[in-house]
Every structure is written in C-alpha cells, then in structure tokens.
C-alpha cells in the first residue's frame, strides 16, 4: 500500500531538488545503475503504508549498514549487461529495436552477464545469507541463478570459443531472456538498498520504528532537517492525548525549519528510510499533507487566502473518509484579516481535534486563538522563542512548551533602516 501525498507536499519538503539546489532525494542517491536510480526516485515519489513492509525494509537497510556492504558489481559490468539484453534478436519475432550488431557486442555482452552471474552468487552466498528480512529475495534470485540453464555460466571457462558464445547468446538473449531481467532488477534493488544503508552511516541517521496505523504516536528525540550544516535538533511527542499541537513564535524563530524536519521525518520514516534524528517511533498513516509554501492559484484567477481554502477542503475530504492523515498547516490562513483568520483558524483546529486517529501540526501569529483553542484537551501547545538584546532578537531555534506572544515585525524593520530610508532619503541613511 502506497501513501497518500501530492505535488503540493513533494515541493514543500524539497524532495527533488532544482537546477541551483539538490534535494533530499539526492542525500540518499549513492547509487550505481540507471536502473537503481529509478528506482529509488519510485520510492520516494510512493512512499509505503503498510507497518510490516516499512518495517521489513528498513530492517534490510540497517542490517545492510551495519556491514558497510559495497556494491559487488562493476558498473561497466552492469551498464554492458543492460546494452546487451537489449539488443534485437532476429531468430525470435520479440525485436526491441532496429539495427546492427557486431561478433565484438557479442562476445563483451555474453561475459558481462556470466561475470554478473558469478558476481550475483558469491553476494547471497555472503554476509546477507543472516539477514532474515532479505531471505525472500536472497531465495529469489537464488533460484534464479542455480536455475539448470545457467549452471554452464557458473562453472564455465574464462575464455570463450565463438561456439561457446553462440551457445550463450542463445541461452542469454532468446530463451531465457525474461530471466536476466529479473536479476537485473534484484541488483537495481540491492543498489537502492547499499546506496541508502550508505546514508544512514555516513549522516549517523537512525532508522524508524513503525507502529500500527491509527494510534496517533509520534516521538521525535533530536529531530532536525537533514540539509541542515549545523542544526538545532528538537524533541517531539504526539499521542492520542495530543494529537494536535498549536505551534507559534515570531518571524524567523524557526517555525517553517522545524515544520519540515518534522514532516520530512515523517515522509522518510514511510519509506523506511533512515531520518535525521536521535530516535523516532511512529504511527504508520494513510497520507501526509503538508501546506507549507502554498503560492496562488493564477489558473483559476485564486488569492492566496482561497488557495488555502482549498486547500482545507482538500484535507477535510480524506479525513472524512476515516483516513490516518498527518497534517501541517504552516501560518494557516495568513492571506486574510486577522479577525478572520482567528475565527477560521480556531473553527478549523477544533475540528481537526475531533479526528483522533489523525495528527496535526498548526503554526500562527495568532496567539489569541491560543486561548479559545485550550478548550480541548487534546490540543498541546509549543513554541520557538526570541530573545532580546537590546534592539536585537536572537533565537535558540529550541521548541519550548506553551504559547509566546514574541512580537518584533517592527523591530526587524527599524533596525533595517526601513523607515529612516522612506523619511530622509537613501543617502542620509547611508551616512555615518
């Protein structure tokens, strides 16, 4: 089972990166082949939503980790291979392409996949042999490989005679062509998995724990965003008691960081992935909606303040359905008044609170909703701090518990001068 996300939440994070910035995506991408490479970018575009199978491979990963395994392949090895079995054969009526061949392709095609053979049995037959939650695919390609038609390739002569690679590219290219497909894609997978066990030991992420969906549970110790060269790291805890957190603080304590470490922890932990944090235990969901930097809706002529209804509605939709859902709303209703947006944010969070087998992260300016909002008890309330010295904030960037009314917009302003400069022109200003 797959989880429920959109384009809208894959942007907020940063999965994928743009031309000027990598993404997360790419924190994890050690990988070796084309094929692997694909399949790691399904795996974060699907994450998982089922306890056992995130479970399972993040089992896989760690256990991959811990015997800091390389990729047993050459990846001219794998890259010829692919050339190879992709060739058109004229004795079958399945051509995959047009075109000309020579005795040399050949030749280099039919050793690459012998020396993949051998290469592919000496890996079961090794250190992965003890990892219980790779024994369904370690017994697959076993199969595969001691399958009689290639037990010539595993014993075989290291020279070949033009005979002999006939015969092979028979056996290769015609009748069992089907079959190196297959473990083409178990060495895709195990490029994933070393590529991202690499990951986990490099960075020192930990690896999740998943727990039955609909528990509302979620423990964070020493979260923090994994792009982050010298992060504040927080800890976490949602529970059916509190499944809802009110998050406020002034512009730049850190709100939106925190709100995708958290939401990135979570959409890794899905994948079972390795995140960056100290621990993590969480409830498996069915989806994860974040709505952290929503932008106008120009094609259908909408505000911001209507983007964000949407928006809403959109979530209230699968929560209506019974689904499991994660949800972070960041400065919920910013594109309206603030009497407005009180009312609607208060209105919103309460009923958010009704869905107990759901959990909620709501960030505002609007600390008088704070007040109306402790009506429920399941509703917690953090904070990310400013300090004061003088005329300059500072910030620890550390979530602290309750409600703050730090306010210094026009602070910010002063200090940049931005008045003096509307007063007395740029160049006054500028003067010492």
């Given at each position: 089972?797959?989880?429920h996300?959109?384009?809208?939440?894959?942007?907020?994070?940063?999965?994928?990166?743009?031309?000027?910035?990598?993404?997360?995506?790419?924190?994890?991408?050690?990988?070796?082949?084309?094929?692997?490479?694909?399949?790691?970018?399904?795996?974060?575009?699907?994450?998982?939503?089922d306890?056992e199978?995130i479970?399972?491979?993040?089992?896989?990963?760690?256990?991959?980790?811990?015997?800091?395994?390389?990729?047993?392949?050459?990846?001219?090895?794998?890259?010829?291979?692919?050339?190879?079995?992709?060739?058109?054969?004229?004795?079958?009526?399945?051509?995959?392409?047009?075109?000309?061949?020579?005795?040399?392709?050949?030749?280099?095609?039919?050793?690459?996949?012998?020396?993949?053979?051998?290469q592919?049995?000496?890996?079961?037959?090794?250190?992965?042999?003890?990892?219980?939650?790779?024994?369904?695919?370690?017994?697959?390609?076993?199969?595969?490989?001691?399958?009689?038609?290639?037990?010539?390739?595993?014993?075989?002569?290291?020279?070949?005679?033009?005979?002999?690679?006939a015969?092979?590219?028979t056996?290769?290219?015609?009748?069992?062509?089907?079959?190196?497909?297959?473990?083409?894609?178990?060495?895709?997978?195990?490029?994933?998995?070393?590529?991202?066990?690499k990951?986990?030991?490099?960075?020192?992420?930990?690896?999740?724990?998943?727990?039955?969906?609909?528990?509302?549970?979620?423990?964070?110790?020493?979260v923090?965003h994994?792009?982050?060269?010298?992060?504040?790291?927080?800890?976490?805890?949602?529970?059916p008691d509190?499944?809802?957190?009110?998050l406020?603080?002034?512009?730049?304590?850190?709100?939106?960081?925190?709100?995708?470490?958290?939401?990135?922890?979570?959409?890794?932990?899905?994948?079972?992935?390795?995140?960056?944090?100290g621990?993590?235990?969480?409830?498996?969901?069915?989806?994860?909606?974040t709505?952290?930097?929503?932008?106008?809706?120009?094609?259908?002529?909408?505000?911001?303040?209507?983007?964000?209804?949407?928006?809403?509605?959109?979530?209230?939709r699968?929560?209506?359905?019974?689904?499991?859902?994660?949800?972070?709303?960041?400065?919920?209703?910013?594109?309206?008044?603030v009497?407005?947006?009180?009312?609607?944010?208060?209105?919103?969070?309460?009923?958010?609170?009704?869905?107990?087998n759901?959990?909620?992260?709501i960030?505002?300016?609007?600390?008088?909703?704070?007040?109306?909002?402790?009506?429920?008890?399941?509703?917690?309330f953090?904070?990310?701090?400013?300090h004061?010295?003088?005329?300059?904030?500072?910030?620890?960037?550390?979530?602290?518990?309750?409600?703050?009314?730090?306010?210094h917009?026009?602070?910010?302003?002063?200090?940049?001068?931005?008045?003096?400069?509307?007063?007395?022109?740029?160049?006054?200003?500028?003067?010492?």
């Amino acid at each position: 089972m797959a989880l429920h996300t959109d384009e809208q939440t894959i942007t907020d994070l940063g999965i994928f990166g743009r031309r000027d910035s990598a993404g997360i995506y790419d924190l994890y991408n050690h990988t070796h082949t084309q094929g692997g490479e694909a399949i790691l970018k399904e795996m974060f575009l699907h994450p998982l939503s089922d306890k056992e199978t995130i479970n399972r491979r993040s089992s896989i990963l760690k256990h991959f980790a811990r015997l800091h395994l390389k990729f047993p392949f050459d990846a001219a090895t794998i890259d010829m291979t692919e050339k190879y079995i992709k060739l058109p054969d004229e004795r079958t009526g399945h051509s995959r392409g047009q075109g000309t061949y020579s005795e040399k392709e050949i030749h280099n095609g039919v050793t690459s996949v012998i020396t993949m053979i051998r290469q592919l049995s000496a890996f079961i037959a090794g250190d992965v042999n003890g990892i219980s939650a790779y024994a369904d695919e370690r017994e697959a390609i076993s199969i595969l490989i001691t399958d009689p038609a290639f037990e010539p390739a595993l014993r075989g002569e290291s020279k070949l005679s033009y005979t002999a690679v006939a015969a092979y590219d028979t056996l290769f290219r015609v009748r069992e062509r089907h079959k190196i497909g297959q473990l083409l894609r178990h060495i895709y997978y195990l490029d994933v998995y070393l590529s991202v066990a690499k990951t986990a030991v490099d960075r020192q992420f930990v690896f999740p724990i998943a727990l039955e969906k609909g528990l509302s549970v979620l423990q964070l110790e020493d979260v923090y965003h994994p792009e982050l060269k010298t992060p504040i790291k927080n800890n976490l805890s949602m529970g059916p008691d509190q499944n809802v957190i009110f998050l406020t603080g002034a512009n730049m304590a850190g709100k939106s960081t925190f709100l995708r470490a958290v939401s990135t922890a979570m959409y890794i932990a899905h994948m079972g992935f390795p995140v960056a944090a100290g621990a993590m235990r969480f409830s498996v969901m069915d989806g994860i909606y974040t709505t952290i930097n929503l932008p106008d809706n120009l094609g259908i002529g909408a505000s911001h303040f209507y983007a964000e209804v949407l928006r809403v509605k959109k979530v209230a939709r699968e929560l209506s359905q019974g689904q499991s859902l994660f949800i972070i709303f960041d400065e919920l209703f910013r594109g309206t008044n603030v009497k407005d947006a009180q009312e609607a944010t208060v209105a919103i969070t309460h009923a958010f609170a009704g869905k107990k087998n759901s959990m909620f992260i709501i960030s505002s300016h609007i600390v008088e909703a704070g007040e109306a909002l402790k009506q429920k008890s399941n509703i917690g309330f953090s904070y990310l701090p400013t300090h004061m010295n003088g005329h300059q904030p500072s910030y620890t960037y550390t979530l602290q518990q309750g409600i703050t009314d730090d306010r210094h917009g026009m602070i910010i302003i002063r200090n940049e001068g931005i008045l003096d400069t509307l007063k007395n022109g740029l160049k006054q200003t500028q003067q010492p």
